[in-house]
C-alpha cells in the first residue's frame, strides 16, 4: 500500500487500495454506530458491506471526490475526503469520518486534514476549500478553526438531528490565506 502523504503521527492511503488489499478496517462498524455518525448523513440508513461496495465502484469511475484512509501505528482510524470537486471554479467540499473514538481530541484530524488541503490546494491547484457542520459538532468546529478557515454564514435549521432542527456552520478557506 503506498502512502500518499504522512507526518511522523499517521499516514494516509488511497482509501480504496485500502479496501481492495483487504487490509483490516472497522469501517463498516464506524458508519452504523450511532456516535461516530452523529453530525453526518452516514447514520441515516444502515450501512452493509453492498453499501460500501458500491460507494467504491462510484469512488473508481469519478474525478470528483478523493478518499483518504488515515492509519495511526497501521490502525484505519478514518477518512478524510475532498469531494464534489468543481474543475471550473477550482473549489471542492472537505469532509471527515474518524471512526475509532479512542483517536478522538489527540488532534490526528486537524493534522491529516492539513496534509490533504496542501494536496487541493497545491497539487489540485484548488482555489477554496470548504465544509460545513452543525453548530453542535464542537469537535469539527474545532478543526475548522485550527484550519484558518473563516466562518462564512449559518444554514438556519440546515439539519435534523436527534429529533430537532440545527444550524450549519459553513466554513471556507481560500488558497492564498492557506499558504500564508
Given at each position: ?77 478514518g477518512n478524510f475526503t475532498l469531494q464534489s470537486i468543481n474543475y471550473i471554479y477550482r473549489s471542492a467540499e472537505f469532509a471527515v469520518v474518524i471512526g475509532e473514538k479512542e483517536h478522538w481530541g489527540k ?74
Amino acid at each position: 500500500m503506498i502512502s500518499i502523504a504522512k507526518t511522523n503521527r499517521l499516514k494516509l492511503v488511497g482509501f480504496i487500495e485500502l479496501v481492495e488489499e483487504k487490509y483490516p478496517t472497522n469501517c463498516l462498524s464506524w458508519l452504523n454506530d450511532p456516535e461516530v455518525t452523529k453530525y453526518n448523513h452516514w447514520g441515516l440508513f444502515p450501512y452493509t458491506s453492498l453499501t460500501r461496495d458500491q460507494y467504491i465502484q462510484e469512488l473508481k469511475k469519478s474525478n470528483k471526490t478523493i478518499v483518504w484512509a488515515c492509519l495511526v501505528d497501521g490502525v484505519h482510524i478514518g477518512n478524510f475526503t475532498l469531494q464534489s470537486i468543481n474543475y471550473i471554479y477550482r473549489s471542492a467540499e472537505f469532509a471527515v469520518v474518524i471512526g475509532e473514538k479512542e483517536h478522538w481530541g489527540k488532534g490526528y484530524c486537524t493534522e491529516a486534514a492539513r496534509l490533504l488541503f496542501s494536496h487541493g490546494f497545491n497539487k489540485l491547484n484548488l482555489h477554496r476549500i470548504f465544509t460545513g457542520t452543525s453548530s453542535t459538532n464542537e469537535g469539527m468546529n474545532r478543526v475548522a478553526w485550527k484550519l484558518g478557515m473563516t466562518q462564512e454564514g449559518t444554514f438556519r435549521d440546515g439539519v435534523y438531528l436527534e429529533g430537532k432542527y440545527v444550524d450549519v456552520n459553513v466554513y471556507g478557506i481560500l488558497k492564498d490565506e492557506w499558504n500564508e
